[in-house]
């Protein structure tokens, strides 16, 4: 018999029977373990040091069809681990299927001169200043399979005209290829804005001018625009600010002070359209529907009201997703909303672990980039841990979950359960732990459920009426309440501490402890605190590099008695507050810049300049770094601008009794956002080469 007959009877054999038997048993969760193992074949993807060629690639295709065959044909456990092998392999080339689709040339050097496209989206950078990006992009002198085919700008000097959503504008600006990243092994911003499509990033000092008159496509963005501009009109900010944000994802108008009090009281995930908004929007529809139609005994007793519920959901779901801008977070809260509502329409539980299984493949499937960014692995882990408790819970006692009590024993529950299956995925991703966390969500996530989401929802069926004023009202008395909690947590004593990144290994053994759980059954559950161990004692453990230098040239750090050193109180000051947050290291710049680096520490000199870089000549015995390329002739070893551009950041460890150099370039490996190693090189691919 195959693996999908139904077939119980173990084969003959000896010390193999009692493995083959407790896998037989596994089958009934058979879905869990193949996301899982396709996630693992997405991460081991993600963790290659280099592209795998094409032959490599047809190896993987070809064994994952032969492995799958096998499944199909052999005895049930022994063909759930052919299975899972075969997910593995899927996923590896799932990934690699997705770098090379989205592949887009990158521009290769510092441009300077005029760019022209059509603006598809409009944010704000760190400093405030307006950002555009552009696509359908034309550049001086570049031929258009050269040309990035977005960019993004930031504007310093917008000049008189307003950016609207589907203009085709032009300026004048500064473009460079995306950076690397700030040390080795740390985020990879070049990765980031590969999936993104973005292929150069810049500045521009001169006004915005219109290239074209007709505006082209973007309705939806005009659409979330006038939407945004509407809320921040009729409510009073910084309710205004926070209703746009939660709604279209127009974060601009935040200010600074309540975005940081959201971050210490671990409530900044309100601000992000993810599943919790989409669940919730998506949930108010579904019990508003099927209450009403309970109110009416001729249909409610006589039709299926609950997949009618789901069905009139369905569209509120998309048009959220359309509203919000579309974000990779609302396209995964999205595909998780549409799996929850077939599963109702299928007359399955909603939330089962089978479900959050299947989103995880279709989100997986869609975009695998997603699984290395924070919001997939805390949206995931909150989900799957709920599903674990309540599922626990569901044969206790019932009577916890009647009335007032059990709403309460709920959001205890919920709220205490996914904080602490969140708690290690924003520690290694933000460096920074709250301690009033639990106490700000249950105070805050009843107002955003039961108020704020409600509310919005019924201004924006009325706005076209005219009367949407109360119900704005409503919802501003939720949002000021939910910022006085955060600025009210966030002002209590030790609220927040800061944690050093992890290493590497920590995530993967977070993920994989958490994949564990939720796809064993029983005892053995008990083997994910394995790899549960492993990450906490290699993060406990962790030793952060000893001297780290920018890319530039421009900055080193020199970790001290009193934390990490800086060469210079100003300039590059993202790369300093990286490296900062990086050590769990509250500072500021110009503070860290005052302090005493180790004695013992390796002897490197910053010379910015040419007249910096002669005089640090005289007499140099350790390392000289300068933004100035490297001179033919030197006492000492120089890193000049010409081996960093090729090296990327560096980093300098202990070890033994002598010093271990890293670059940033080596850490990343040779991937197609690197520039090295696509699957294969089309029509304006390979422009960074």
Known sequence: ?????????????????????????????????????????????????????????????????MLAVSARLAWASVGLLWLLAAAVLAGALAAQLRTNLVASPVLAFRYYGPVEGRIVGIDRSGSGAPRLTLDRVRLDRMEPARTPRRVRISLQEPGALEPLPGMRVMTTVHLGPPPGPVEPGGFDFQRHVWFLGLGALGYGRAPLLLAEEAREGAQVARLRRHLAEGLHARMPHP??????????????????DAVEALRVSNLAHLLAISGLHMGLLVGCVFWLVRGGLALWPAVALRHPTRAWAALAALPVAAGYLAIS??????????????VMLGAILAGRRALSMRSVAIAALAVLLWRPESLVGPGFQMSFAATGALVLAFGWLRGADPRWRRGALGWVVALVISSLVAGLATAPIAAAHFGRVGHYGLVANMLAVPAMGAVVMPSMLAAFVLWPLGLEAPALAVAGAGIDWILGVARSVAAWPEAASRVPAPPAAVLPLVGAAMAWCAAAAGRWRAVALLPALAATWLWVEVERPAILVSDDGRLVGVLGPQGRALSHPRGAGFVAGAWLENDGDGAGQEFAAGRTPNANALAITVARGKRALAASMDGCTGIVVTDQPTPDAAPCRVIGIDALRRSGALSFARSGGGWVERSARAAQGRRPWTGHGRLWDGPGRGAND
Not at 30 to 48: D, E, I, M, Q, T
Not at 327 to 337: C, K, P, Y
């Open 1 to 65: 018999m195959t693996a999908l007959s139904g077939d119980i009877t173990p084969p003959e054999g000896g010390a193999s029977d009692r493995l083959a038997v407790r896998l037989h048993a596994l089958r009934g969760r058979r879905l869990p373990w193949v996301a899982a193992a396709f996630g693992g074949g997405v991460a081991l993807y993600f963790g290659l040091p280099m592209e795998p060629s094409p032959a490599v690639a047809g190896a993987m295709l070809l064994g994952a069809a």
């Open 239 to 256: 309710a205004g600010a926070v209703a746009a944000a939660i709604t279209t994802g127009d974060r601009s108008g935040l200010p600074e």
């Open 325 to 338: 801008g579309g974000g990779i977070a609302t396209q995964r809260a999205f595909v998780m909303a549409v």
